[in-house]
T-cell receptor, first 113, second 114 residues
């Protein structure tokens, strides 16, 4: 079990720039989730994939956010025209089915200058 | 709206003290319940889970939790904490029948003094 892998670990960018994060789930986990965590809060759900299909998106996911999972394996989360409020830890999790716990990655910490 | 409430934001205990962290959720249907832990510098890890059956659930490292349906609660307990239990603890809920997304509480930071 190699765990959920996220890249990069840290991203610092200027406001207005686009950023993209990658998540590699545990092999054969067909469910993949993205969450966002700000300081002093628990993670908040952003979006969910079952294989390559994006089946749910949170209202938190504005038009500037887009996520893909093209081949049902790794996933990317892109934020366009970043804003100060996007500064957070972005977490990825995967599970083999809905009755199994989710396994989390280390997260990507985004800082907007 | 579905929500999870953790009663304590920051708890400080001495080693060997007993621990109880409160968690309440607002959802009327069937739920799956979880406690996750995040040790300093590490990723979220599952402590224990409740799906069905015995409402007293035992997890790793001597932790346990009790599901009380009538109180919408899932409190975490440990009889005797250790310095190594210093971490942030998150209660989470997955309403049955949905995508499996987790709804987290705001977390409790536990500091154990040696």
């Amino acid at each position: 079990d190699t765990g959920v892998s996220q890249d990069p670990r840290h991203k610092i960018t200027k406001r207005g720039q686009n950023v993209t994060f990658r998540c590699d789930p545990i092999s054969e986990h067909n469910r993949l989730y993205w969450y966002r965590q700000t300081l002093g809060q628990g993670p908040e759900f952003l979006t969910y994939f079952q294989n390559e299909a994006q089946l749910e998106k949170s209202r938190l996911l504005s038009d500037r956010f887009s996520a893909e999972r093209p081949k049902g394996s790794f996933s990317t989360l892109e934020i366009q025209r970043t804003e100060q409020g996007d500064s957070a830890m972005y977490l990825c999790a995967s599970s083999p089915d809905r009755n199994q716990p989710q396994h989390f990655g280390d997260g990507t910490r985004l800082s907007i200058l | 709206a579905q929500s999870v409430s953790q009663h304590n934001h920051h708890v400080i205990l001495s080693e060997a003290a007993s621990l109880e962290l409160g968690c309440n959720y607002s959802y009327g249907g069937t739920v799956n319940l979880f406690w996750y832990v995040q040790y300093p510098g590490q990723h979220l890890q599952l402590l224990l889970k409740y799906f069905s059956g015995d409402p007293l659930v035992k997890g790793i490292k001597g932790f346990e939790a009790e599901f009380i349906k009538s109180k919408f609660s899932f409190n975490l307990r440990k009889p005797s904490v250790q310095w190594s239990d210093t971490a942030e603890y998150f209660c989470a809920v997955t309403p049955s029948g949905n995508t499996g997304k987790l709804i987290f509480g705001q977390g409790t930071t536990l500091q154990v003094k040696p």
